[in-house]
């Protein structure tokens, strides 16, 4: 292959490209909007998993005792709970220590610190089960429990969070092999056309000469284009909707009130990532529906 | 593929060594039934200039076509210089076609292309830089005396003009053979006589040249060699003829 031939088969695309502006801004609208769906969708599942995962991480039951409740009372069902061996850890949250967590959780706001003080904060345990399954049983136990006022359980959430990470996976899913479906469609039906409106050209180029593959190259640069210019727009969208979004993200999972959830779109990297991600795929599914279009046209 | 000398036996490489093109018993029948040529036997040496004559439908333009690979013969064999062309793998045609430089009967210029593109389109296929393609272009332009309408498109050209962008974009990578089918077909007898001097020019410079065409004035005023075909077969074949009907 000699110094000149990509550059020439990259002028070729380019021209290609703009003669065909119409079925150029339908093939770039298309692949836009998969890219957007998959990167959305692929941002909305790594949202969940995260989600669930600091779920996991939290107490998923907590145990709130009476105000008067004696301290060795409370270790005494610590204990019992390390020793059964159906969790991971249990941690003990005195009146003075629920207090300090409260100060620390609204420091910058005086008027909820007015007049509190740790006898208004129940003594508690924080507990992290082995299994998820097990928790409604050790829930149930715990109520019953001497001393017990309440028994926050956390499985709902979770549970919640799991049924939407899945409906997004398997709705995303099908979502995304449609669009890819109809993407190298797009792109087979434009470069397809590109091919036809330049049966001549090719005609003559085989005739003076030109390899199979210098007239290739310019049809599979076109769908690599279309690809990445897609793929680069859906970038941008992505990013400017990405912040707008995800609190209403949240607020649709209810997790709200759950405190900061550590979410990966606000991770510079996990983003670098997708608009890589799209990239990739975005050249791929360009290149994909220009060879199908090369072996269904161009028949030499 | 098979080169001359290992097949028939007949040729010794000496004469394979000086010979262009041979068809030896070549026959073309389209899928219809026509019988486009039919026992064809022809030889052509470096540097001749061979007119194929004959009435429409002929066949000379199969000929050419089958020489180019453009139609496969459905029987016998094509030599172009040692390599056997009916058997030629795909991926060896744009040598060939690098090696034979056809002016088409319809000119196949392209419409979009300016007349500086349209015959560098024979160097850019081939890789050549863009240096050297804006030096060529200019020159073989200048030899067809197109050089003040390199930035024209062809339909702002008249049929002589055409054809001879035509000529250009066949000469511009100094082709072995330069083959013209029907090159006065469409021109008035003052650019007939430019382009008939044109192609001796190039043969003198030691191009193989050859001619398909039915127009009498032009073979006779060469004198040169003259092969006539009529209905798919070789009838005569004189080395200084005219056309004879």
């Known amino acids: ?300 | 593929m098979s080169n001359r000398s290992d097949t028939g036996g007949t040729t010794d490489l000496s004469e394979a060594q000086n010979t262009m093109i041979e068809f030896r018993g070549v026959d073309k029948e389209y899928p219809d039934g026509t019988l486009a040529l039919s026992g064809v036997d022809l030889l052509i040496e470096p540097g001749e200039f061979v007119f194929l004559v004959g009435p429409s439908g002929a066949g000379k333009t199969t000929l050419i076509k089958l020489l180019i690979r453009e139609e496969v013969a459905s029987r016998g064999e094509i030599f172009f210089r040692d390599q056997e062309v009916t058997g030629l793998p795909a991926n060896q045609l744009p040598h060939l076609r690098r090696d034979i430089g056809v002016v088409f009967q319809d000119y196949k210029l392209l419409p979009t292309r300016t007349v500086f593109e349209n015959v560098a389109l024979s160097l850019e296929v081939v890789g050549r830089q863009r240096a050297e393609i804006n030096e060529l272009v200019p020159a073989v332009l200048k030899l067809v005396d197109l050089l003040g309408k390199v930035g024209h498109f062809p339909d702002q050209l008249s049929g002589g003009e055409q054809q001879r962008v035509a000529i250009a974009r066949a000469l511009v990578h100094e082709p072995k053979v330069l083959i013209a089918d029907e090159p006065t077909g469409d021109v008035d007898p003052a650019m007939t006589w430019s382009i008939t001097q044109l192609l001796k020019r190039i043969n003198e410079w030691g191009t193989t040249v050859i001619v398909a065409t039915h127009d009498v004035d032009v073979v006779n005023s060469l004198n040169k060699r003259v092969v006539s075909l009529e209905r798919g077969r070789i009838v005569r074949d004189n080395p200084q003829g005219q056309y004879e009907f």
């Open chain 1, 1 to 300: 292959m000699n110094s000149n031939f990509l550059p020439e088969s990259l002028l070729l695309a380019g021209q290609y490209v703009r003669r065909n502006l119409f079925l150029t801004v339908a093939s770039v609208a298309v692949m836009t909007l998969t890219f957007f769906v998959t990167a959305t969708f692929v941002g909305a599942a790594a949202g969940a998993d995260s989600a669930v995962k600091f779920l996991e991480s939290k107490a998923q039951i907590t145990v709130f005792f009476k105000n008067d409740a004696p301290p060795e009372k409370i270790m005494a069902i610590k204990d019992n709970l390390e020793a059964g061996g159906s969790t991971i850890e249990v941690k003990y949250i005195s009146q003075e220590e629920a207090l300090k967590i409260y100060l620390g959780q609204h420091q910058d706001e005086p008027t909820l610190l007015e007049s509190v003080n740790a006898g208004i904060f129940p003594p508690s345990l924080e507990i992290r089960g082995r299994r998820l399954s097990d928790l409604p049983q050790l829930a149930k136990e715990l109520e019953n429990k001497e001393g017990v006022e309440e028994v926050v359980f956390f499985k709902e959430v979770v549970d919640t969070f799991l049924r939407w990470t899945q409906t997004i996976r398997l709705f995303g899913l099908i979502l995304i092999s449609i669009l890819t479906l109809i993407s190298v469609l797009i792109t087979l039906i434009t470069i397809g056309m590109t091919i036809y409106t330049r049966v001549e050209e090719i005609e003559v180029m085989r005739l003076v000469g030109a390899t199979a593959w210098y007239i290739r190259l310019p049809f599979l640069f076109q769908g690599a284009l279309y690809g990445l210019i897609s793929a680069s727009l859906s970038s941008v969208l992505f990013l400017a909707a990405t912040p707008v979004v995800t609190p209403y993200f949240f607020r649709l999972m209810g997790v709200t009130s759950l405190g900061t959830v550590p979410f990966p779109l606000s991770d510079p990297v996990f983003l670098a990532e997708i608009v890589a991600g799209q990239l990739f795929f975005g050249v791929f599914l360009g290149i994909a529906g220009s060879a199908a279009a090369i072996r269904k046209y161009l028949r030499f």
